[in-house]
């Protein structure tokens, strides 16, 4: 496995994580976890493509994991404006990569 790989595995898995509990609880400390493991990715390299990928990953990770619609329509409801806010941000930063 190349590093690259293994570093979007970790912040990946990293990001699932900050905002799975966000979600559950809507702790502050998980959003800045969640946006500070996304500056990490794109800080490393990675593109806000490939954050894009990860936070999609992680809300099918946790839809696969609700059987209940209204539970579904929370989780999708609270995550969508999470990611735009975040990543709009960055497109001032620079170019987008992919």
Do not use: C, K, Q
Request: proline content about 3%; aromatic content about 6%.
């Amino acid at each position: 496995m190349r590093a690259a790989d293994r570093n979007w595995d970790i912040i990946a898995a990293e990001y699932r994580a900050a905002l799975s509990d966000y979600l559950r609880g809507r702790s502050e400390s998980a959003l800045r976890r969640a946006y500070e493991t996304g500056r990490r990715g794109l800080a490393s390299g990675m593109g806000v493509l490939e954050m894009a990928a990860a936070h999609r990953e992680a809300v099918d990770a946790m839809l696969g994991e609700t059987a209940e619609p209204e539970r579904a329509s929370v989780i999708l409801d609270a995550s969508i404006p999470r990611f735009s806010t975040r990543s709009s941000s960055r497109s001032a930063a620079g170019p987008i990569r992919g």
